[in-house]
Protein backbone atom coordinates (compact mmCIF):
# COMPACT_ATOMS: atom_id res chain seq x y z
CA UNK A 1 0.00 0.00 0.00
CA UNK A 2 1.42 3.71 -0.84
CA UNK A 3 1.35 5.99 1.34
CA UNK A 4 2.51 9.70 0.60
CA UNK A 5 3.52 11.52 4.10
CA UNK A 6 4.28 15.13 3.83
CA UNK A 7 5.96 18.13 5.93
CA UNK A 8 6.46 21.62 5.55
CA UNK A 9 6.33 24.89 7.62
CA UNK A 10 2.15 25.91 7.93
CA UNK A 11 3.17 29.79 8.13
CA UNK A 12 5.19 31.55 4.98
CA UNK A 13 5.74 35.24 4.99
CA UNK A 14 4.82 36.86 1.86
CA UNK A 15 7.52 37.23 -1.20
CA UNK A 16 9.35 33.93 0.53
CA UNK A 17 9.51 30.47 -0.56
CA UNK A 18 6.77 28.17 0.08
CA UNK A 19 8.71 24.56 0.56
CA UNK A 20 6.89 21.05 1.12
CA UNK A 21 8.09 17.65 1.25
CA UNK A 22 6.25 14.59 0.40
CA UNK A 23 7.90 10.92 1.58
CA UNK A 24 7.18 8.19 0.19
CA UNK A 25 6.50 4.49 1.63
CA UNK A 26 5.37 1.15 -0.75
CA UNK A 27 6.84 2.56 -3.85
CA UNK A 28 10.08 4.27 -5.16
CA UNK A 29 10.13 7.74 -6.42
CA UNK A 30 11.94 6.60 -9.24
CA UNK A 31 9.14 4.24 -10.63
CA UNK A 32 9.31 4.36 -14.53
CA UNK A 33 5.27 3.88 -14.39
CA UNK A 34 4.49 6.59 -11.85
CA UNK A 35 4.25 10.11 -12.03
CA UNK A 36 4.43 12.73 -8.29
CA UNK A 37 2.10 15.64 -8.50
CA UNK A 38 1.49 18.35 -6.44
CA UNK A 39 -1.83 19.48 -6.34
CA UNK A 40 -3.51 22.53 -4.13
CA UNK A 41 -6.84 23.82 -2.89
CA UNK A 42 -8.25 27.40 -1.72
CA UNK A 43 -11.78 28.51 -1.68
CA UNK A 44 -10.80 30.93 -4.21
CA UNK A 45 -9.47 28.62 -6.97
CA UNK A 46 -10.72 25.45 -5.87
CA UNK A 47 -8.69 22.34 -6.99
CA UNK A 48 -6.06 23.49 -8.66
CA UNK A 49 -3.22 20.81 -10.26
CA UNK A 50 0.57 22.56 -10.01
CA UNK A 51 2.66 20.15 -11.50
CA UNK A 52 4.60 16.86 -11.49
CA UNK A 53 7.50 15.01 -11.70
CA UNK A 54 8.31 11.64 -13.61
CA UNK A 55 11.23 9.76 -14.10
CA UNK A 56 11.88 7.84 -17.43
CA UNK A 57 15.62 7.08 -17.43
CA UNK A 58 15.87 10.91 -16.63
CA UNK A 59 13.84 13.33 -14.68
CA UNK A 60 10.69 15.40 -16.72
CA UNK A 61 9.00 18.10 -14.98
CA UNK A 62 5.39 19.95 -16.15
CA UNK A 63 4.36 22.99 -14.42
CA UNK A 64 0.58 24.68 -14.90
CA UNK A 65 1.29 27.69 -16.38
CA UNK A 66 -0.53 29.91 -13.38
CA UNK A 67 2.84 29.11 -11.11
CA UNK A 68 5.35 28.50 -14.07
CA UNK A 69 8.37 30.23 -13.22
CA UNK A 70 7.73 30.23 -9.59
CA UNK A 71 7.58 26.81 -9.27
CA UNK A 72 10.24 23.74 -8.74
CA UNK A 73 9.52 20.15 -7.85
CA UNK A 74 12.66 17.80 -6.99
CA UNK A 75 13.01 14.37 -6.59
CA UNK A 76 15.25 13.33 -3.70
CA UNK A 77 15.76 9.68 -4.83
CA UNK A 78 18.24 9.18 -1.58
CA UNK A 79 15.56 9.96 0.60
CA UNK A 80 12.49 8.59 -1.41
CA UNK A 81 10.77 11.47 -1.74
CA UNK A 82 10.30 14.71 -3.63
CA UNK A 83 9.61 18.27 -2.72
CA UNK A 84 7.77 21.61 -3.72
CA UNK A 85 8.88 24.74 -3.89
CA UNK A 86 7.07 28.41 -4.73
CA UNK A 87 8.83 31.26 -5.02
CA UNK A 88 7.98 35.17 -4.14
CA UNK A 89 4.56 33.84 -2.43
CA UNK A 90 1.45 35.88 -2.30
CA UNK A 91 -1.14 35.97 0.22
CA UNK A 92 -3.23 34.50 -3.17
CA UNK A 93 -0.91 30.79 -2.60
CA UNK A 94 -2.51 30.69 0.57
CA UNK A 95 -4.00 27.21 0.27
CA UNK A 96 -3.97 22.98 1.55
CA UNK A 97 -0.72 21.75 -0.76
CA UNK A 98 -1.40 18.05 -1.32
CA UNK A 99 1.07 15.43 -3.29
CA UNK A 100 -0.56 13.19 -5.38
CA UNK A 101 0.61 9.63 -6.91
CA UNK A 102 -0.67 8.41 -10.12
CA UNK A 103 0.54 5.68 -12.51
CA UNK A 104 1.38 6.54 -16.69
CA UNK A 105 -1.38 8.05 -17.74
CA UNK A 106 -3.39 8.06 -14.96
CA UNK A 107 -5.45 10.18 -12.09
CA UNK A 108 -3.77 10.02 -8.73
CA UNK A 109 -5.23 7.40 -6.40
CA UNK A 110 -2.40 8.19 -3.35
CA UNK A 111 -2.97 11.57 -1.87
CA UNK A 112 -0.75 12.57 1.46
CA UNK A 113 -2.54 14.45 4.05
CA UNK A 114 -2.87 17.67 3.23
CA UNK A 115 -0.43 20.72 4.52
CA UNK A 116 -2.37 23.98 5.54
CA UNK A 117 0.10 26.57 3.92
CA UNK A 118 -0.91 30.23 4.86
CA UNK A 119 1.22 33.28 3.83
CA UNK A 120 0.80 36.05 5.61
CA UNK A 121 3.50 38.31 7.55
CA UNK B 1 -7.06 24.61 -20.37
CA UNK B 2 -10.13 22.76 -20.68
CA UNK B 3 -12.93 24.18 -18.12
CA UNK B 4 -14.95 22.08 -16.32
CA UNK B 5 -18.69 23.32 -15.15
CA UNK B 6 -20.46 20.96 -12.43
CA UNK B 7 -24.06 21.30 -12.08
CA UNK B 8 -25.97 22.01 -9.52
CA UNK B 9 -23.61 23.43 -7.48
CA UNK B 10 -25.65 21.48 -4.08
CA UNK B 11 -28.14 18.89 -4.50
CA UNK B 12 -30.53 17.79 -1.17
CA UNK B 13 -31.57 14.62 -0.67
CA UNK B 14 -32.12 11.64 1.44
CA UNK B 15 -30.54 8.43 2.13
CA UNK B 16 -31.68 6.19 0.06
CA UNK B 17 -32.58 8.52 -3.02
CA UNK B 18 -30.36 8.80 -6.54
CA UNK B 19 -28.01 11.47 -7.07
CA UNK B 20 -27.38 12.32 -10.55
CA UNK B 21 -23.93 14.96 -10.93
CA UNK B 22 -22.70 16.46 -13.74
CA UNK B 23 -19.72 17.79 -15.28
CA UNK B 24 -19.44 19.91 -18.66
CA UNK B 25 -16.80 20.46 -20.10
CA UNK B 26 -15.27 23.23 -22.28
CA UNK B 27 -13.67 21.05 -25.03
CA UNK B 28 -13.89 17.24 -25.69
CA UNK B 29 -12.43 15.18 -23.19
CA UNK B 30 -11.35 11.74 -23.69
CA UNK B 31 -13.48 9.43 -21.94
CA UNK B 32 -10.54 7.70 -20.93
CA UNK B 33 -9.27 10.78 -18.90
CA UNK B 34 -12.34 11.96 -16.98
CA UNK B 35 -12.14 11.03 -13.21
CA UNK B 36 -15.15 11.76 -10.03
CA UNK B 37 -13.55 12.20 -6.85
CA UNK B 38 -15.35 12.46 -3.02
CA UNK B 39 -14.05 14.53 -0.56
CA UNK B 40 -15.20 14.93 3.12
CA UNK B 41 -14.16 17.65 5.48
CA UNK B 42 -10.57 17.35 6.36
CA UNK B 43 -9.49 14.90 4.10
CA UNK B 44 -8.21 14.33 0.62
CA UNK B 45 -9.87 13.25 -2.36
CA UNK B 46 -10.45 9.67 -2.71
CA UNK B 47 -10.80 8.32 -6.26
CA UNK B 48 -14.49 7.13 -7.17
CA UNK B 49 -14.37 6.63 -10.96
CA UNK B 50 -11.20 7.27 -13.74
CA UNK B 51 -11.47 6.60 -17.31
CA UNK B 52 -14.98 8.09 -16.98
CA UNK B 53 -16.66 4.77 -16.16
CA UNK B 54 -14.05 2.31 -14.11
CA UNK B 55 -14.77 2.52 -10.28
CA UNK B 56 -11.54 2.74 -8.50
CA UNK B 57 -10.30 0.00 -6.16
CA UNK B 58 -12.80 -0.83 -3.28
CA UNK B 59 -15.72 1.67 -4.67
CA UNK B 60 -18.91 0.59 -3.94
CA UNK B 61 -21.02 -0.14 -7.28
CA UNK B 62 -23.64 1.86 -6.43
CA UNK B 63 -21.26 4.63 -7.75
CA UNK B 64 -21.58 4.95 -11.51
CA UNK B 65 -19.98 6.92 -14.19
CA UNK B 66 -21.06 7.83 -17.65
CA UNK B 67 -20.54 10.32 -20.52
CA UNK B 68 -18.31 11.16 -23.41
CA UNK B 69 -17.16 14.34 -25.54
CA UNK B 70 -18.43 17.22 -23.57
CA UNK B 71 -21.03 15.71 -20.97
CA UNK B 72 -20.18 13.44 -18.23
CA UNK B 73 -22.18 11.80 -14.85
CA UNK B 74 -21.73 10.61 -12.04
CA UNK B 75 -24.47 8.92 -10.86
CA UNK B 76 -24.92 7.51 -6.50
CA UNK B 77 -27.69 4.69 -7.48
CA UNK B 78 -28.66 5.23 -3.69
CA UNK B 79 -27.30 7.73 -0.93
CA UNK B 80 -25.97 5.96 2.10
CA UNK B 81 -25.46 8.40 4.93
CA UNK B 82 -21.27 8.30 4.26
CA UNK B 83 -22.36 9.77 0.92
CA UNK B 84 -22.66 12.68 1.50
CA UNK B 85 -20.05 14.91 0.66
CA UNK B 86 -18.53 17.21 -1.85
CA UNK B 87 -17.91 15.44 -5.86
CA UNK B 88 -15.36 16.66 -8.20
CA UNK B 89 -14.76 15.81 -11.93
CA UNK B 90 -11.38 15.98 -13.12
CA UNK B 91 -9.71 15.72 -16.75
CA UNK B 92 -6.37 14.34 -16.67
CA UNK B 93 -5.40 14.20 -20.27
CA UNK B 94 -1.95 13.07 -21.34
CA UNK B 95 -0.89 16.74 -21.77
CA UNK B 96 -1.38 18.93 -18.60
CA UNK B 97 -2.85 20.88 -17.67
CA UNK B 98 -5.23 18.59 -15.69
CA UNK B 99 -7.97 20.46 -14.19
CA UNK B 100 -10.95 19.95 -11.76
CA UNK B 101 -14.70 21.18 -11.60
CA UNK B 102 -15.54 23.05 -8.84
CA UNK B 103 -17.58 20.34 -7.09
CA UNK B 104 -20.91 19.34 -5.93
CA UNK B 105 -21.92 19.31 -2.56
CA UNK B 106 -24.37 16.58 -1.96
CA UNK B 107 -26.52 17.46 1.55
CA UNK B 108 -28.69 15.45 3.52
CA UNK B 109 -32.29 17.28 3.36
Known amino acids: QVQLQQSGPGLVEPSQTLSVTCAIS??????????WNWIRQSPSRGLEWLGR?????????DYAASVKGRITINADTSKNQFSLQLNSVTPEDTAVYYC???????????WGQGTLVTVSS | EIVLTQSPGTLSLSPGERATLSCRAS???????VAWYQQKPAQAPRLLIY???SRATGIPDRFSGSGSGTDFTLTISRLEPEDFAVYYCQQYSSSPPWTFGQGTKVEIK
Open chain 1, 26 to 35: GDSVSNKNAA
Open chain 2, 27 to 33: QSVSSSY
Open chain 1, 53 to 61: TYYRSKWYN
Open chain 1, 100 to 110: AGAGVGATPVY
Open chain 2, 51 to 53: GAS
